[in-house]
């Protein structure tokens, strides 16, 4: 069942166990398994089933410290949440990426990559995915990895169907929580707006916030904070350890061995680091973007080579007529160190104006040229 508006959820006497906010990837896929489940549960959707400006207009805000894109772009406030600007790039996390490393403090996960594995099924049939091929060894330090650039799987355009069909769902757009409250063992309830006005409250056994790392710290910081610790009463990490995934254009290439690595049908190939490497470095997982360039950019590059490693030109130059390939593009995304300093802080919401701002001030510099949800 599929409403536009609160009011009209109502009208229907649905009774759910279970209030999962927001309908992206996340919410979508809970609210699908509670579901068929017999578990009856209701979706609250901030937008409507397509894009509007308007809508969008809720998600501007401030962003302090370094560099970062303009928050109304990083996420989309309708049915389907981030998955509607997904460009299908998929890759399974690595075994050593759960694990904890004696060099980085605070990293290490609460679960571990086989708590993962009997699910990976399921999300291949979500999201359309191929199998995996395995990792492929170039060196003692450097794989070849398959990253998978599936079709761009739009929740709320493949789900719409089935959730409008289902008794135990219930989708409720253009409605949100602006409040949780608690009593410092659970959730008691949550204060809604739906269609420009003040919904009430509203009650349910279970709340689950799927409304992404931005809008999840923003509503549980606020909500903590109007409940005096109630909601989320061991916060100490709440808002903090906020990350990216920087990528930086790391140079250019000229590939002279065909056979090295297979590059995909774009002409790209993707690489990572060992983790014999990481150890041996002491450094955090990221991966390495291959690009071919047309044929004609070796010669530009030895051109722009002769002038600063002349020795470097001259041996390109005699190899051009042998096994060189192309030239190449290299882009290096990486993993941030976890670190608490780094966080989000969220203002009080309202029903007109903006409610977010986020602060990556973590003392160095730092650019980021990619949004994970964008690109991966």
């Known amino acids: 069942m599929i409403f536009d508006s609160y009011e009209a959820y109502k009208q229907a006497s649905f009774k759910p166990k279970v209030c999962i906010l927001g309908s992206g990837p996340a919410g979508t896929t809970i609210a699908r398994k509670l579901g068929a489940a017999g578990i009856p549960v209701v979706v609250l959707e901030a937008g409507s089933r397509e894009f509007s400006d308007q809508s969008q207009d809720f998600y501007r805000g401030a962003t302090v410290g370094d560099y970062y894109f303009d928050l109304d772009i990083t996420r989309l406030r309708f049915m389907g949440g981030s998955s509607n600007h997904w460009a299908g790039w998929c890759r399974v996390l690595d075994r050593q990426d759960f694990e904890p490393k004696a060099w980085a403090p605070d990293t290490g996960w609460p679960i571990s990559r086989a708590d993962i594995e009997p699910y990976l099924g399921d999300v291949h049939d979500i999201l359309e995915l191929p199998d995996f091929r395995p990792d492929v060894p170039i060196s ?55 269609n420009g006005q003040d919904a009430g409250t509203f009650t349910a056994d279970y709340f689950i916030t799927c409304t992404g790392g931005l809008e999840n710290s923003r509503l549980l910081l606020w909500s903590n904070r109007r409940s005096n610790g109630g909601v989320v009463p061991n916060a100490a990490a709440l808002g903090r350890y906020w990350m990216e995934h920087p990528t930086f254009e790391g140079g250019n290439a000229i590939l002279a061995n065909y056979d090295e690595f297979e590059v995909d049908a774009s002409n790209e190939a993707f690489f990572s680091p060992t983790l014999a490497a990481m150890e041996r470095l002491q450094i955090l997982n990221f991966g390495i973007r291959l ?47 976890p670190l608490a300093s780094t966080r989000s802080s969220c203002r009080r919401p309202m029903s007109t104006m903006p409610a977010c701002r986020a602060s990556s001030c973590t003392g160095r510099s730092r650019r980021s040229s990619a949004v994970r949800c964008s690109k991966a």
């Open 140 to 194: 003692d330090d450097i794989r070849w990895v398959q990253l998978i650039k599936s079709p761009a799987v739009r929740f709320g355009e493949k789900f719409a169907g089935e959730l409008d069909r289902s008794k135990t769902i219930a989708v409720v757009l253009n409605t949100y929580a602006t409040e949780l409250a608690g009593d410092g063992r659970r959730v008691t309830g949550a204060r809604l707006w739906s």
């Open 291 to 337: 690009i071919e360039s047309p044929y004609p950019n070796v010669k530009r590059l030895i051109a722009d080579l002769a002038c600063t490693a002349p020795d470097m030109a001259e041996w390109m130059s005699s190899k051009l007529d042998q096994r060189l390939r192309c030239a190449a593009q290299l882009y290096v995304a990486w993993e941030q160190a």
